[in-house]
């Protein structure tokens, strides 16, 4: 891949870049619906896959009937809003294609809103302190 661990550890790096950024993503199904069963469920945890296309790392996932957890890293060059963008649009075409039923049910698969929150190893309370100490050096 573009970016690797650094000795193992929670950083990965570019050319010019060393970072860890990580999201909680969120989104459901159109009226929230409970339509992420079955085979369905299996399927698009296979396909969430393209991830790695995108260059974001799939840290955790669970799929509840009308509603998708990701927790996911990526590269700093890839926007929340993208990130969820590709996953929505991907896994709403093969779905749909695969799963008459869903087109059946739904006008689209998802929403268009979503959840997101920024995920750090490093507090607010931390950080805030770290750049307020700086004027005492």
């Not at 970016?3 to 990965?12: D, P, S, V």
């Not at 509603?67 to 809003?81: E, G, I, Q, T, Y």
Request: glycine share 4%; charged share 30%; net charge positive.
């Amino acid at each position: 891949l573009y970016y690797r661990t650094m000795n193992g550890k929670r950083w990965k790096r570019s050319s010019t870049t060393v970072y860890n950024i990580g999201y909680h993503l969120i989104w459901c199904p159109k009226y929230r619906r409970n339509v992420l069963v079955g085979k369905i469920v299996e399927r698009l945890k296979n396909i969430l896959k393209k991830a790695e296309d995108i260059e974001t790392e799939i840290v955790e996932m669970e799929i509840m009937p009308d509603h998708v957890h990701l927790f996911v890293k990526s590269d700093p060059r890839n926007s929340p809003h993208f990130i969820v963008q590709q996953f929505k649009g991907y896994t709403s075409r093969v779905l749909r294609e695969e799963f008459p039923s869903l087109k059946s049910r739904l006008p689209s698969l998802w929403t268009r809103s979503y959840y997101c929150e920024s995920v750090g190893h490093i507090s607010e309370e931390t950080i805030k302190k770290y750049i307020e100490d700086q004027k005492r050096k």
